[in-house]
């Protein structure tokens, strides 16, 4: 990877929908071979995905949330189980998993409280392998997600 990749890296980043016509006027490049060394990006892994980001609001997603999750066992069984829940749950964006006290945190997203209550009493709590869940909702997001440091 050169430095002209990791520029054409940096303007995916904030726009997705950049032309190879655009990056190569802003790269120096022909139109051919800004798609080219884009193709090349893509299907060597360095871009994963071209997703659009959505505004929660405007969608009804009116409650943020980072719940952290202690597991009372940490059994392969017992973890697999639990991440396939995870998995299959709409609310949950992301999982990362700690090291620290929590084994887990989550950045959810509802519509409301009473939902967000609902996802830790009825689907986080109840199942075996979770000891303890905190959760922390959101107030404001001064910086939204930004690009990587490239």
């Known amino acids: 990877m050169d430095d002209t990749d990791l520029a054409l890296l940096r303007l995916l980043q904030r726009d997705a929908t950049l032309t190879a016509e655009a990056l190569g006027r802003v790269l120096n490049l022909s139109a051919s071979q800004a798609g080219r060394r884009r193709a090349r990006l893509e299907a060597d892994g360095h871009i994963r995905a071209v997703t659009a980001r959505l505004d929660p609001g405007k969608l009804g997603l009116d409650v943020q949330a980072f719940v952290q999750v202690q597991m009372a066992s940490h059994a392969p069984d ?17 999982v990362w998993t700690l090291t620290g006290e929590a084994d887990y945190l989550l950045r959810v997203w509802c519509p409301d409280l009473a ?9 986080l709590l109840p199942h075996d392998a979770v000891a303890r869940v905190q959760s922390q909702i959101v107030m404001d997001q001064p910086k939204r997600d930004g690009p990587l440091p490239l």
């Open 78 to 94: 017992s973890a697999r189980a639990f991440l396939r829940l995870l998995e299959t749950e709409p609310r949950v964006a992301s």
């Open 115 to 123: 939902s967000l209550n609902d996802l830790i009493h009825r689907v």
